[in-house]
């Protein structure tokens, strides 16, 4: 289930990359793996500008490095991935969105999508706090300096207990 979408009625486990205990990044469970490999070239410190198209078919990234101007074309498909505001802003410098809206600013309209930029929801999320008796809490737990300590020896020698569990 993807608590992100639909009716946001209801409850559903958090999504989170981890290995024996601990958190993990997806740099180093994704990325790290694939490195090696000749169809990937991994650049840092780059501000994408806009994507470039041939037609109405992305084609490859036009980016800033060092302020210089690059480009990465590619002959598979290009995946955006930049976040809830990023990704529209991309979009939109690359020509992708309301076709008025993109004229007006004197952008070229390469697809006319009027969804682009639209429609930015924010998350409710909603804690509920009950009283219960006869079993020991998380906070009751937090409260006692020498449970603490045990937790984080039980994290530490075994990762296992509260404390592999991902912020929420």
């Not at 995946?79 to 809830?84: D, E």
């Not at 682009?116 to 009283?131: M, P, S, T």
Request: hydrophobic share 35%; proline share 4%.
């Amino acid at each position: 289930d993807d608590f992100n979408c639909g009716d946001n009625e209801g409850s559903c486990l958090f999504h989170v990359n981890q290995r024996r205990g601990r958190r993990w990044s997806s740099a180093r469970g994704f990325l790290k793996p694939v490195l090696s490999r000749p169809n990937l070239r991994l650049e840092t410190g780059c501000l994408v500008e806009r994507l470039t198209f041939t037609g109405r078919a992305a084609t490859g990234v036009q980016y800033r490095q060092d302020g210089v101007t690059c480009t990465a074309a590619c002959r598979g498909e290009v995946i955006l991935s930049a976040g809830a505001i990023g990704s529209p802003q991309i979009l939109l410098l690359s020509g992708v969105g309301p076709g008025a809206d993109l004229q007006a600013l004197d952008v070229p309209t390469v697809l006319d999508r009027s969804g682009v930029g639209a429609n930015l929801q924010d998350h409710l999320q909603l804690r509920l706090i009950y009283k219960v008796s006869g079993v020991r809490t998380l906070n009751e737990t937090y409260q006692s300096l020498f449970r603490r300590a045990a937790m984080g020896l039980d994290y530490a020698l075994f990762r296992r207990g509260p404390l592999t569990m991902a912020p929420s």
